[in-house]
């Protein structure tokens, strides 16, 4: 799929919370080969809209809300895809980016 995106001349980057060190541990198990930024004080996540709100079983808490932004070389935001399902979802990224084009 990485080369689907690459052809279209798009570039893959997730951003998480997560420590550095924690993203090249998963990078490393999941062998996956794509930019991972660590966005520890959820300012780029905020900015996103991906830093939200969140409740499990009567329990609110702030949390990541998986989404995807399709952004143009101009750094204007193309399409949102808010509350991400793994499943299709890159296809339906690529098939958007194209259309775009």
């Known amino acids: 799929m990485k080369s689907s ?30 930019t991972l930024l660590s966005d520890p004080a959820h300012t780029v996540l905020a900015a996103c809209g991906a830093w939200q709100l969140k409740k499990m079983y009567g329990r609110e808490y702030m949390g990541v809300v998986r989404s995807t932004l ?17 499943k299709g979802h890159a296809e339906e990224v690529l098939d958007t980016l194209r259309k775009l084009k």
């Open 70 to 86: 399709l952004i143009d070389p101009e750094g204007v935001v193309r399409h949102v895809w808010p509350k991400v399902k793994v």
């Open 5 to 34: 995106f690459k052809k279209a001349n798009a570039v893959v980057v997730g951003i998480s919370p997560d420590s550095v060190k924690s993203h090249a541990k998963f990078m490393a198990k999941h062998e996956l080969d794509l």
